[in-house]
């Protein structure tokens, strides 16, 4: 047996399960290994990816090289843990479909299953942060029996799971899954399936799908079900819940609704998503994190619905940002694209006034900070300026994210959102209305920008 083969296996096995209704949720994985198996390559007989072009994307390639590890983990060089999220992994993923890059996104892949999911994604959600743990967040030492205990508490496994080199013990930081990555990688991986025709990625990616909504959905009242921010922590008291608008763009939860619908769970998110997004947002500037109340909520001091999130203090920032990305990037046709970018407007008339985006502000007032959002926000929203037809506002948006990314090396996340906002205006990828990503490999290559 080819190494990684197992693995297929186990992917294909569950294939008849993933591709059924998604409504009996339990017991899911239930039945593999325990061990994690061998690294995944392509078995015997796998079904290849279809004869495609492959798109010139600079931006991609300088990703890859500047925060891609040779074994597929997306690096934070700017924390002392030089820390992995499932976050980073889960764009990495839908970059390397987007440039068609096989390679790339099995090594991707292959970590994320490894380091993140215990060995096995059909069973574990991906744990959200991965570093080094023998240091804390501001690098001071770590005793080493605390970091070998703490790493084998995150991972579910024993002390000498953790992994030690000479520079430091690495592992798990924190085995709470994140459900934008999750929905993510869930995505992308129908996506790969369906482009590359590879019915494992579809397998894989349905069962991830059904994982999500055990773990990481409730129905609350007044709202239905809703895609919860990770398992643990984010229900306040029993009527009250912490979310986050940046955590469910609308073109991958319709995407869920439509190529899973014997799941009412999904066309419910949906629904819920479109209020979180729109409903959340009074003057026009989305907040990094929302509490949601019902009736018994309301009574312990708040109101029904909606309302600020005092830790955070209503602020619109580094989340929220992915907000306008999202909603920039809409089909045409979507029937929830004309609403959401009405939505943000006064963002746009923000940036028609001063020629940035602010980095911070307070979403019960309107009121900006005093700071300009650096290259990535521009970025983020350039698609955003783009829809409302501002196509004035939205190429000095991408000159600003250019000429800051040659004065400073962007970082992580800012390469994050100039790989979305500026691939998606050059015509690399575009979403249809029926949230289906559509890389230009597939039809024709964009001319250079």
């Not at 994982?211 to 922590?233: C, D, F, K, W, Y």
Request: charged share 15%; proline share 7%.
């Amino acid at each position: 047996m080819q190494p990684g083969s197992s693995r297929l296996a186990r992917w294909l096995a569950t294939g008849a399960c993933a591709l059924a209704p998604l409504a009996p949720l339990v017991g899911v994985g239930a039945a593999q290994a325990a061990t994690p198996a061998p690294a995944a390559t392509p078995a015997a007989g796998a079904s290849a990816s279809v004869s495609a072009s492959t798109c010139a994307w600079a931006d991609w390639s300088a990703f890859k090289r500047d925060l891609l590890s040779a074994d597929g983990r997306v690096i934070d060089g700017s924390t002392p843990r030089q820390i992995t999220v499932s976050e980073g992994q889960s764009y990495a993923l839908f970059f390397a479909l987007v440039a068609n890059d096989r390679a790339a996104f099995d090594k991707i892949l292959q970590w994320t299953e490894n380091n993140l999911a215990q060995g096995d994604l059909t069973a574990h959600l991906p744990a959200w942060i991965w570093g080094r743990t023998d240091i804390d967040e501001k690098g001071a030492p770590v005793a080493a029996s605390v970091a070998a205990s703490g790493a084998a508490a995150a991972s579910g496994a024993s002390a000498a799971s953790a992994v030690p080199s000479s520079k430091g013990t690495w592992g798990v930081i924190d085995a709470n899954s994140a459900s934008d990555a999750d929905l993510w990688i869930a995505y992308t991986l129908l996506e790969a399936g369906r482009l590359w025709n590879e019915r494992r990625y579809t397998a894989l990616g349905t069962v991830m799908a059904r994982n999500i909504v055990r773990s990481e959905t409730a129905t609350l009242p007044g709202l239905g079900r809703t895609v919860l921010p990770g398992p643990q922590g984010f229900k306040l008291d029993k009527d009250s819940w912490r979310l986050n608008p940046s955590y469910v763009p609308l073109q991958v939860m319709r995407r869920f609704a439509l190529a899973l619908p014997d799941s009412s769970e999904w066309k419910a998110m949906l629904d819920s998503s479109a209020k979180l997004v729109n409903d959340t947002a009074p003057h026009g500037f989305s907040p990094d994190w929302v509490v949601y109340r019902g009736k018994d909520g309301a009574k312990n001091g708040g109101k029904n619905g909606f309302g600020p999130d005092a830790p955070t203090h209503a602020e619109s920032a580094y989340n929220a940002i992915r907000v306008y990305l999202w909603a920039g990037m809409l089909a045409f046709d979507d029937p929830l694209r004309s609403q959401t970018l009405a939505t943000f407007s006064p963002l746009s008339a923000f940036v028609q006034a001063h020629g940035y985006p602010p980095e911070r502000v307070d979403t019960q007032t309107g009121t900006p900070g005093p700071s300009e959002g650096n290259g990535g926000f521009s970025a983020a929203l350039a698609p955003y300026l783009s829809a409302l037809g501002r196509t004035d506002l939205a190429d000095a948006q991408v000159l600003r994210s250019r000429t800051l990314a040659q004065q400073s090396p962007p970082g992580y996340y800012s390469s994050v959102l100039m790989l979305f906002g500026l691939g998606y205006l050059q015509g690399l990828y575009h979403f249809d209305a029926q949230g289906r990503v559509a890389p230009a490999w597939t039809t024709r290559c964009p001319a250079p920008r």
